[in-house]
């Protein structure tokens, strides 16, 4: 299913001629406009203790709501993808990251409203050095909690791109050395 199936009419002109153009694009046949859906990009934490655990959270709502997931989320207009990663830390734990390490980025979609909109996940490893309990659940975050590596399930996280990034991170054995 193209993943534009759902505009049905040309943005510009209203025209019901609004059809594929290419696999991320559609085209109005009445005045030319081409409109291409991107990937939004997301920003997604690995918060690591001193201990070598892994922050972990549960989804407050859809969608997966119950599951498990990074904190993290969508970067916003004019925003850094490592202003988002502060920001969302702040928004779902309370916490401000002093620094942090791209690691990697996977593709996703993240249904919504019925839609389905292409996703670019970065991930991004931040060290925490404070008192571990000290971190508490706000936002879209229902619980977070620390555990440790061989704890980790991938399987268990809700998205695709996140189990993906969290089964690369189990097999890298200088992330979870203390620092």
Not at 45 to 61: E, G, W
């Amino acid at each position: 299913m193209h993943p534009l199936h759902l505009f049905q009419y040309c943005p510009r002109c209203g025209s019901h001629r609004f059809v594929e153009n290419n696999a991320s694009s559609k085209r109005c046949e009445d005045c030319g406009f081409v409109y291409y859906i991107n990937p939004k990009a997301a920003v997604a934490a690995f918060v690591m203790d001193n201990r070598s655990r892994l922050l972990v959270c549960r989804r407050a709502f859809e969608p997966s709501k119950g599951m498990l997931d990074l904190p993290g989320g969508f970067t916003e207009c004019g925003e850094t993808v490592e202003e988002a990663v502060a920001r969302e830390l702040s928004e779902e734990i309370g916490w401000y990251p002093d620094q942090m390490r791209y690691m990697y980025s996977f593709p996703n979609i993240y249904r919504y409203s019925g839609f389905d909109v292409h996703t670019m996940d970065l991930f991004f490893l931040c060290k925490y050095k404070g008192d571990s309990g000290a971190l508490a659940a706000h936002d879209d975050v229902e619980s977070c909690f620390w555990l440790s590596r061989d704890e980790i399930h991938p399987d268990r996280f809700a998205f695709q791109s996140v189990r993906r990034a969290i089964t690369l991170l189990l097999n890298d054995d200088a992330c979870w050395q203390v620092d």
